[in-house]
């Protein structure tokens, strides 16, 4: 089974601030990466797909990269509303799939 | 638009069965695999079974394997998810998910709002 491990578990960051969230797999997963975004008391909402395709509808601040075992959630000039937690989720060959532990993003 | 509504949560004893529904509308719900994902009391994420599209394949994650089946009725826009032999540790949001895909690789792409299962004697 394949293992996606996040960084950080938690950060408090500032408005405008950039933010780089890291999702590293456990073996070699091409592009089969993609990042949602949990409010509280919320569904989660599909972010960006396959690494770094966009999702219609999603702030253009919000953006991805990385192939292979290592990538990146990066939210340019942070808003208030973007406070949530953060999973990555892998799709790799046939399941099971798994998500990463998430990362909580505090606004201060 | 894409409308995904679980049902059937409760609370159950340890050792007992529960069976969720998820009602699909507002897609061609043949065409779309579907995916069951779950989160325990403020904790994160857990993937559970996947079904493809026509349910003659079905995947499951380790910790519910040999417990838990999901079928679909494709004449009632309806997945399904029967829990057997339940553990404390099942107690979670239970989330249906439709595929997201692109080149025959597939992932959750719309969620429904989830529905609560409660192990406890």
């Known amino acids: 089974e394949i293992v996606l491990t996040q960084s950080p578990d938690f950060q408090s960051v500032t408005p405008k601030e950039k933010v780089t969230i890291t999702c590293r797999a456990s073996?070699?997963?091409?592009?089969?990466l993609h990042w949602y975004q949990q409010k509280p008391d919320q569904s989660p909402k599909l972010l960006i797909r396959?690494?770094?395709q966009s999702i219609s509808g999603v702030p253009s601040r919000f953006s991805g990269s990385g192939s292979g075992t290592d990538f990146t959630l990066t939210i340019n000039s942070l808003e208030a509303e973007d406070a949530a937690t953060y999973y990555c989720?892998?799709?790799?060959?046939?399941?099971?799939?798994?998500f990463g532990q998430g990362t909580k993003l505090e606004i201060k | 638009q894409v409308q995904l509504v679980e049902s059937g949560g409760g609370v159950v004893q340890p050792g007992g069965s529960l069976r969720l529904s998820c009602a699909a509308s507002?897609?061609?719900?043949?065409?779309?695999?579907m995916h069951w994902v779950r989160q325990a009391p403020g904790k994160g994420l857990e993937w559970v079974a996947y079904?493809?599209?026509?349910?003659?394949?079905?995947y499951y994650a380790d910790y519910v394997k040999g417990r838990f089946t999901i079928s679909r009725d494709n004449s009632k826009n309806t997945l399904y998810l029967l829990m057997n032999s339940l553990r404390t540790e099942d107690t979670a949001m239970y989330y249906c998910?439709?595929?997201?895909?692109?080149?025959?690789?597939?992932?959750?792409?719309?969620w429904g709002q989830g529905t609560l299962v409660t192990v406890s004697s």
């Open positions: 073996q070699s997963i091409g592009s089969t």
């Open positions: 396959y690494a770094s």
């Open positions: 079904v493809r599209n026509d349910g003659t394949k079905k």
């Open positions: 989720h892998q799709s790799s060959g046939l399941p099971p799939y798994s």
């Open positions: 998910a439709k595929d997201d895909c692109s080149g025959g690789n597939c992932h959750p792409g719309d």
């Open positions: 507002g897609f061609t719900f043949s065409s779309y695999g």
